[in-house]
Structures are given as C-alpha cells and as structure tokens.
C-alpha cells in the first residue's frame, strides 16, 4: 500500500494512490503543510511507484534498479531540486536547467518527476518560467512543488496545481509509526511521540543516540539546582551556557560544510548568515530543553494528582519524581510549570540566556528546593 513506510497521512496517500490506480496522476501537485511531516518523503514515494519496475499494491518495490536509483537520487528522471546559494533561493537558471532536462526524452523512467523542495523559495521570474512548464506539462511528467509556506507561491502556480494539505500527525500516528516501523518499544514510542509536537522528523531526531543522551543531561540539571544549593545553581548556569557556546560553534561549522558543498567558497559575505541559522538552531535546542523539563513537571503533576499510577512521559523518571512530589505541594509544582512557560518566553524573546537561567531555577529552589537555601 502506498500508506505503508508513511507515518500518519492517510487520506493524501489513498488520493494518491488512488491516481495511480485509476491512470489518473495530475501533472503537478502542490505538497503544503508545516516542515518535518514527510511530505518530501511522500513525493518520493509517488516517483517510485511511477517508475518501479515491479510495484506491487501501490507500493515501490524498493528493490529494483528505478528503485534504488531514486534511492540513492542518482535517477535520470527523478529530480529534487532544492533552493541554493546564500539566499536560498530557486533561481531562474536552476530552473532553466530543470525544464531542459524535462523537455529532453525521458531516459529510463516511465514518468519525470521533478520535486522542488521549499518551492516557495522560486523567485518571481522563475515562477513564471516554470508556469509555462505548468500550463502545458510534456506527457508523463509529474512536478511536485513541496513548501511550508503556500502563501507566498504566486496564485498563477497555485491554481495550475492539485493541492494536497498536510498536517501536524497527532501522537498516536507517531506512536504507531515509531512501533511498527521503527520497531521502538510501546513505552518508549510514547514518550517520543509525545515530545515531538506533531513533525515526524522530531520524533527521528529524538530517537537518535545524541538526543537521548542530552535529554538526560537536561534532567540531571534540573535535579542537581532542586537538591543542591546557590553554588551548585551556578555552576550548572555555567555548564549549561558552555554547552550552547559549543553547540553553536558545532551547527556554524556544519551549515558552513553544507555552503560549501552548495559551491561557496568566500565565506565572509555569508557569515551573517551561518550565524543566524546556527543561532536560531541553537535557540531550538533551549526550547527543547526547557519542554523537556515542563513535561517533567508536568508528570510529577499528574503523580501528585494520581498517585503512582499516574500515565507519565518519563516512565524512567518514576521513582525521582514520586520523591519530589512527596515532598512538595501541588500549587508549588503548578508555580514550577508556570516558572518553565515563562522561561521559554523570554527565550523566544532573546532575552540574555543567563539571566532566563538564573530566574527560572530561582523560582524552582523558591518553590521545590531544599528549607534554607534562599534565606
Ligand atoms: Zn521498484
């Protein structure tokens, strides 16, 4: 089935495969939907079935020569086309290139199939290049403009397109996904899916080693401020901040590797710009821990409330949350929850890190920490 392998989404892949069943497959699809959804993914899977030699049930064989061809994206006739260069943008020579290729015979393949990944970074001369493209597609050519963004694509574009929306999957769809397919324990499933906030790529990059093991490091933070005193508040402020200097320095190197692989070589016009998207990718990273210490809060909640019953997030978590729960009351874990919302506030406000820190475990010890510290 073409829904198999696809996390959630069911209703596009039945559209989907339905069009291949039915000899129907439009000429150019519109994939819209917030980003980490699979929606590349999905139009892959579309270009294979179209091209596999032995699809079965509208599903790619992912065995064949097509197959593994579109795998390895080395495939005559299958082409994503991602926005370049220090704007990020799709100019109208990459798309002239595009539309060459897909005027020529095709090579192997039974369909061209020409995917733009983030289409709403075309400019306007290249929309409009690729429009006449639209109008009239040559036969057996499929275009999939795949963007987060629909509103910016011009309507000519829109309107010349089948649009497919995509949505953020709930948690049970990721939960499943991460079962049956990544074959992930029940328990564990649940606690990713429920930190993933709707994108499967989330749930991927939780699932790696890494993200794990930063998880831990996070919560043995927090613990550390809860048990400890001033000083040791301090210092974890100050290991916390040395481990986003580092993360910055990493992601700056790594965006900086795939400029280069886009062909740049004078980096300084571009260091602007490797700073900010290593900065916002940084500014992720704290919101993602300070979720993770809210939904640790969250869970000694539901424990206050439920009892050692309660259905938690951090099943591993269980015996260090019973203590603290035990040992505080339930307008104060209220007062710690409300401690992380505003924190992750002021992070989304840019307010000095050190500062955001140094309130929030603050307002932790006032509520949780040990008698004394504060007087
Ligand atoms: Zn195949």
Same mark, same amino acid.
């Given at each position: 089935m073409f829904a198999d392998a696809v996390a959630g989404h069911k209703r596009q892949c039945v559209i989907l495969s339905d069009a291949v069943a039915r000899g129907r497959v439009a000429g150019a699809y519109l994939f819209a =939907? *917030? #980003? =980490?959804?699979g929606k590349k993914f999905i139009a892959i899977r579309l270009a294979k079935i179209l091209n596999c030699l032995s699809c079965r049930d509208s599903a790619p064989c992912e065995k064949c020569e097509s197959c593994r061809k579109i795998n390895s994206g080395n495939h005559p006739d299958v082409l994503v086309v991602h926005p370049k260069g220090k704007e990020r943008i799709i100019n109208v020579a990459l798309i002239g290139d595009v539309l060459k290729k897909v005027s020529r015979k095709s090579y192997e393949g039974r369909y061209k199939v020409i995917i733009f990944d #983030?289409?709403? +970074?075309? +400019?306007k001369d290249s929309s409009n290049k690729l429009l006449k493209t639209l109008e009239e597609p040559p036969p057996g050519t499929v275009v999939i403009l795949v963007t987060s963004r629909p509103d910016r694509l011009l309507p000519t574009i829109v309107s010349r397109c089948q649009t497919i929306n995509f949505y953020l999957l709930s948690d049970k769809e990721i939960e499943n996904f991460l079962v049956g397919m @990544? @074959?992930? *324990?029940f328990e564990e499933a649940k606690a990713i899916a429920s930190f993933a906030g709707g994108r499967i790529s989330e749930s991927l990059k939780l699932l790696s080693g890494d993200s794990a093991r930063r998880r831990n490091i996070y919560l043995n933070n927090l613990r550390s401020v809860i048990n400890g005193n001033l000083a040791v508040l301090f210092n974890v402020i100050s290991v916390i901040n040395s481990e986003f200097q580092k993360l910055l320095e990493e992601s700056a190197a790594d965006i900086k590797k795939e400029k280069q692989a886009d062909g740049?070589?004078?980096f300084k016009e571009i260091r602007e710009l490797i700073d900010a998207e290593a900065f916002s990718h940084v500014q992720y990273e704290k919101e993602e821990m300070l979720l993770i210490w809210q939904i640790w809060f969250r869970d000694m909640l539901l424990i206050k409330e439920c009892g050692s019953g309660a259905d938690i997030v951090n099943k591993s978590e269980k015996d260090a949350l019973l203590r603290f729960s035990d040992g505080c009351g339930f307008d104060e874990i209220l007062n710690c929850i409300k401690a992380v919302e505003h924190a992750r506030d002021m992070v989304r406000f840019n307010v000095n890190f050190q500062i955001v820190l140094e309130e929030f475990f603050l307002d932790i010890i006032r509520n949780m920490g040990r008698k004394g510290v504060l007087t």
């Open positions: =939907g *917030p #980003d =980490g959804l #983030d289409a709403h +970074r075309m +400019r @990544k @074959k992930i *324990p740049y070589e004078d």
